[in-house]
């Protein structure tokens, strides 16, 4: 049982990093193509506007990567895999299909 939850924690953190890196890359592309009023988060727009669109996309991705990474660390990966579906349903899934047009 223990080695099944662990592939399961294991499985849903390398999820969640795949998920967050394919947002920042797509939301990079996203701005540089139609530019920052296209960013839909506030937090997010302001530190794109603050540090630019790549210092701002790898500092909040590895708030991200680090704030799962705690979640993992307190085996709360049923939180880990709920967040990796709504960031691939808000955000990856809706950047992919605009950056496909």
Same mark, same amino acid.
């Given at each position: @049982?223990?080695?099944?939850?662990?592939?399961?924690?294991?499985?849903?953190?390398?999820?969640?990093?795949?998920?967050?890196?394919?947002?920042? &890359?797509?939301?990079?592309?996203?701005?540089?193509?139609?530019?920052?009023?296209?960013?839909?988060?506030?937090?997010?727009?302001?530190?794109? &506007?603050?540090?630019?669109?790549?210092?701002? @996309?790898?500092?909040?991705?590895?708030?991200?990567?680090?704030? &799962? &990474?705690?979640?993992? @660390?307190?085996?709360?990966?049923?939180?880990?895999?709920?967040?990796?579906?709504?960031?691939?349903?808000?955000?990856?899934?809706?950047?992919?299909?605009?950056?496909?047009?």
């Amino acid at each position: @049982m223990r080695d099944r939850h662990a592939w399961f924690g294991n499985g849903v953190l390398v999820l969640f990093l795949l998920a967050q890196a394919c947002d920042g &890359a797509l939301t990079y592309v996203g701005i540089r193509r139609y530019g920052l009023d296209i960013e839909a988060n506030p937090i997010v727009a302001w530190y794109i &506007a603050a540090l630019g669109v790549g210092t701002a @996309m790898i500092a909040t991705k590895t708030l991200a990567a680090l704030c &799962a &990474a705690t979640l993992h @660390m307190w085996s709360r990966h049923r939180t880990i895999g709920v967040l990796t579906i709504l960031y691939v349903a808000v955000a990856v899934w809706p950047w992919a299909r605009l950056l496909s047009q």
